[in-house]
């Protein structure tokens, strides 16, 4: 899966850097969620993974360390409990939601594992909450990537 999405990145100017090891998730994000193997697999060999633009990228690692500037790896959470009116089903709903890649080329949008069902799940503003599935798999969704059905 991973060598035929970098030929896919590489061939679409997608921005691919390998980390230098294995990179572990900080300790809130392995407690906060039930961590998709085969996304990990995906993501842990990887630094940066980002189209020509850097306004599309896949959520590595090093991004769920906080920062002071710059798109927080929840920042689409953030926003939603910025102008929530129920706090709770908006958390609810990101405890169960693992953001994988972030879109911020003209409409905010995501696309997120449901740790619950294995889904990959696509949602935009204003509601990101309101989603739909991509895919039933992390597996399936980067094949529906490299075939086009899925344009990023």
Not at 70 to 80: A, D, I, P, V
Not at 91 to 115: C, I, N
Not at 118 to 141: L, R
Request: aromatic content about 16%; hydrophobic content about 40%.
């Amino acid at each position: 899966m991973f060598d035929k999405f970098t030929v896919w990145a590489k061939n679409n100017g997608w921005n691919i850097i390998a980390s230098s090891g294995k990179t572990e998730l900080p300790e809130n994000i392995k407690t906060r969620y039930d961590i998709p193997e085969k996304w990990y697999q995906f993501v842990s060999a990887l630094r940066v993974c980002e189209d020509k633009t850097a306004t599309k990228w896949f959520l590595t690692p090093g991004d769920f360390l906080p920062r002071e500037d710059g798109f927080q790896w929840n920042e689409f959470e953030l926003m939603s409990l910025e102008y929530a009116n129920d706090e709770s089903s908006i958390t609810a709903f990101w405890d169960r939601h693992l953001p994988v890649f972030m879109s911020v080329d003209g409409e905010y949008s995501y696309y997120a594992v449901d740790t619950e069902s294995g889904k990959v799940v696509n949602g935009c503003e204003p509601e990101f909450e309101d989603v739909t599935v991509a895919a039933d798999s992390f597996e399936e969704f980067i094949g529906k990537i490299i075939s086009g059905e899925i344009v990023l």
